[in-house]
């Protein structure tokens, strides 16, 4: 009635990966099918993320050339431009 422990070792990863056909016939071929999954979705995160932190440091990028380029017009004085870079540096 209730299927109880895990059976065969890669048993419960062929049950998850979807019914166990002529490629998942081996309990290995099924855990290393998982963490082929696992890995895959660790390396796109961290892609993610890195891709992410490169806009906001782009951004930041940005902001600090708008920011030189009235200091250098004079729009601002070298206290302010001082005062912004380091706020936008943190």
Known sequence: MF???MGQIGDYCGRIFGHRSYM???PWV???V???VVVLVV??????FKTLNKK???TNDDL???LKSKYVAGEIDEE???????LINK
């Not at 390396?43 to 993610?48: G, S």
């Not at 302010?80 to 380091?86: D, F, G, N, V």
Request: aromatic share 10%; no cysteine; proline share 0%.
């Open 56 to 58: 906001k440091n782009s």
């Open 43 to 48: 390396v796109l995160a961290v892609a993610l």
């Open 80 to 86: 302010e431009y001082l005062r912004k870079k380091k």
């Open 3 to 5: 299927y109880r422990g």
């Open 64 to 66: 600090l050339e708008l």
């Open 34 to 36: 998982g963490a082929l």
């Open 24 to 26: 998942f016939n081996s």
């Open 30 to 32: 099924s855990l290393i």
